[in-house]
């Protein structure tokens, strides 16, 4: 089982948004040092509990402290923004970090309609037109598939030129989406924690449509998962209160943070014998190492995936760091 990590820059114990930001570079260099193959960072827009809204920045400063683990965004969310200017930003990543960056593009906005509309959106229908436009550049920035003359955008590059590009993927949360990026032959990542469903029906109707491109010659689908590791399986229980306490005021529609665990056991208690509290408790992947390394090895199986992806939770970071070690690749 390949193993990767996805990290959200979650703020946690007393930590600011600022502090958060910091705290993912040292997870991403403790994933490199730990043998994970890659370390995406995702894009979320006004929310208090996470610190990050550019994945971009954090992989740029990420290309000079970290030298082997392959670094991508989980994902750039696409519609916020001009593609043109996408393209731009990843290929000069490319340049700074040869064959190790992947872009990985969601077609949500990664906030509220309110936000959205701040950030001048155009709105999840336009991904389709979006995505074409980026991946063309992108091909022939890299010299792999120049547009042609005919071609509207022919004279307008997409700068630095390569001699490579980074790999594509789409985040992905239905079959929908999942089957355009088997169609579009590009790999995908189907985020479970988002879509609470398994992955499984998702990645079969992504192998079925795929078919071969410029980036990719053969299917590639990964899932993407909460997990949280202890010394022991209380302490590992205990140590994901402060996640599944968020979880449960977020689908309840009072969003809050919890910095601590006594504040979050306190408030699971209020939700005790619901129906919400037991679909979160039941759908997370927490205890010691060997019973979470287990259930994540047969999540990968069941779902059909080549590779899993495990967000670096925990109640502060050196214990999200300490679940990472507790979990490594062998």
């Known amino acids: 089982m390949i193993l990767s990590v996805l990290d959200l820059s979650p703020v946690t ?28 960072m995702a894009e979320h827009h006004n929310i208090a509990a996470l610190g990050s809204p550019n994945p971009e920045i954090l992989i740029a400063a990420l290309t000079q402290q970290t030298q082997r683990i392959r670094l991508g965004s989980g994902g750039v969310m696409l519609v916020n923004y001009s593609p043109l200017k996408v393209a731009e930003t990843f290929m000069e990543l490319e340049a700074l970090a040869p064959g190790r960056i992947d872009l990985g593009l969601g077609r949500a906005l990664g906030a509220d309609a309110r936000t959205g509309g701040a950030l001048r959106s155009v709105g999840s229908d336009a991904f ?39 790999d594509v ?13 088997g169609l579009n032959g590009v790999g995908m990542v189907f985020a479970e924690f988002i879509a609470r469903a398994e992955a499984g029906p998702a990645i079969a109707a992504y192998r079925r449509s795929f ?15 909460i997990a949280y590791a202890g010394e022991t399986a209380e302490a590992g229980w205990r140590g994901d209160a402060p996640r599944r306490a968020g979880t449960v005021s977020m689908l ?6 919890f910095p601590d665990i006594e504040s979050a056991e306190a408030f699971l208690a209020e939700w005790k014998d619901t129906p919400l509290l037991a679909d979160v408790e039941g759908r997370s992947i927490a205890g010691d190492a060997e019973t ?39």
Not at 15 to 32: M, Y
């Open 13 to 40: 114990g007393e930590a600011t948004q600022a502090q958060a930001v910091r705290e993912t570079l040292e997870v991403a260099k403790a994933a490199e040092r730990l043998g994970y193959h890659r370390f995406w």
């Open 128 to 166: 389709p037109q979006y995505f074409q436009l980026l991946t063309a550049w992108l091909l022939d920035a890299s010299g792999k598939a120049p547009l042609p003359e005919s071609h509207p955008i022919h004279d307008i590059k997409a700068n630095p030129a390569g001699p490579s590009h980074p």
């Open 292 to 330: 979470v390394r287990a259930a994540l090895a047969d999540k990968a199986r069941r779902a059909g995936a080549d590779e899993l992806f495990v967000m670096a939770t925990g109640p502060s970071l050196a214990e999200r760091i300490a679940s990472l070690e507790r979990l490594k690749p062998s």
């Open 211 to 225: 078919r071969p491109s410029a980036f990719r010659a053969e299917p590639w689908a990964g899932t993407a998962v």
């Open 252 to 257: 309840s529609g009072r969003r809050r943070r």
């Open 169 to 181: 993927f789409v985040l992905c949360t239905s079959e929908e989406s999942a089957a355009f990026a």
